[in-house]
């Protein structure tokens, strides 16, 4: 059984260790390196990094549908393609290249959160559970039939990171327990209940501004989601200020945005309650506790924060 894997971040990672560990991996496929942080450094992927330590083939194609990637996949002549949050969407002559077809570990509870940030979107609007769908995978954007899932709770205090993170080894060893039962024939895929489609579309960094118009615990929701990115930001006298911890409590409503002070923490008024802020990150700054802030921060209680929708 030859298999080729693809993938990119943190996520793929343990699926491409399992999958290594019980069959030949032929070749890799993940993003391009590119530039991050203000000095635009070149970083690889985890996956690069990872394959590279373990010496197996990598092919960083821009788009994989370009003829030479097409033409490497064929050399590789895998059997079975595995993608794990790949990050492109493969064109069906890559689809129909390997006997068994492509199969994809995606983070929810298909058909619920199709699309490129289920795990962000499943907190963001409160589900109390989530988990790995294993499918085979067709044309559509996560539209193909249903090999096995595992569904697990969410934590009310779990943020995106520490879901993803979650998953990634539930998402391992899913897999691992699917594929010889697939490949022996005694799991049939399952096309997936359409009706109940829900999207989660890609993030992209100013998803994260806060509207103080929302709930507060739409927006305690939301910074637990975008942790760490895209982060949940709101700007302050020109400079973009990241709530790194929040949580809501029951207040009197008031001006949405408005700050003011309970117990030592700024706290922001909302549509409804109040949100506190536990953990800031100023722009260029460390992370620090919501009472050091205001303590540094002349003028920042009493300050009015625009919402996204006014900026």
């Not at 069906?92 to 795990?119: F, Q, T, Y």
């Not at 995978?137 to 979650?166: H, K, N, W, Y």
């Not at 909302?270 to 100023?282: F, H, K, M, N, Y």
Request: aromatic share 6%.
């Amino acid at each position: 059984m030859r298999i080729v894997f693809m993938g990119s971040p943190e996520f793929s990672v343990p699926s491409l260790e399992a999958l290594a560990n019980a069959y030949p991996i032929v070749g890799v496929v993940t993003q391009p390196d590119r530039g991050a942080g203000r000095g635009r450094k070149i970083r690889q992927s985890v996956v690069k990094v990872w394959s590279s330590e373990h010496a197996l083939p990598i092919m960083q194609p821009r788009r994989i549908r370009n003829p030479e990637a097409i033409e490497q996949l064929k050399d590789w002549t895998p059997d079975l393609i595995v993608v794990a949050a790949f990050g492109q969407i493969l064109p069906e002559e890559v689809l129909e290249l390997p006997e068994w077809g492509c199969l994809n570990v995606h983070a929810s509870l298909l058909p619920r959160w199709r699309g490129a940030a289920p795990i962000q979107a499943s907190i963001f609007h409160g589900d109390t559970e989530t988990g790995i769908t294993i499918m085979k995978m067709d044309a559509g954007l996560d539209t193909g039939p249903v090999l096995t899932q595992c569904s697990t709770p969410i934590d009310p205090q779990e943020t995106g990171g520490q879901l993803a993170d979650r998953l990634s080894k539930i998402g391992a060893k899913l897999l691992i327990e699917t594929i010889p039962s697939y490949l022996e024939g005694s799991i049939k895929p399952i096309e997936q209940d359409h009706t109940k489609t829900t999207y989660a579309p890609m993030l992209k960094k100013s998803d994260g501004a806060l509207d103080f118009n929302l709930t507060a615990e739409e927006l305690e929701r939301q910074v637990r989601a975008y942790e760490p990115w895209p982060g949940s930001f709101f700007t302050w006298n020109g400079k973009r200020i990241v709530v790194r911890k929040a949580h809501a409590i029951p207040g009197t409503a008031g001006t949405p945005g408005m700050v003011t002070e309970v117990e030592e923490l700024p706290v922001v008024s909302t549509s409804q309650g109040l949100l506190v802020l536990e953990i800031l990150q100023p722009a260029g700054r460390k992370s620090m506790s919501g009472d050091s802030f205001i303590r540094g921060a002349r003028g920042f209680l009493s300050t009015e924060l625009y919402s996204r929708s006014r900026e």
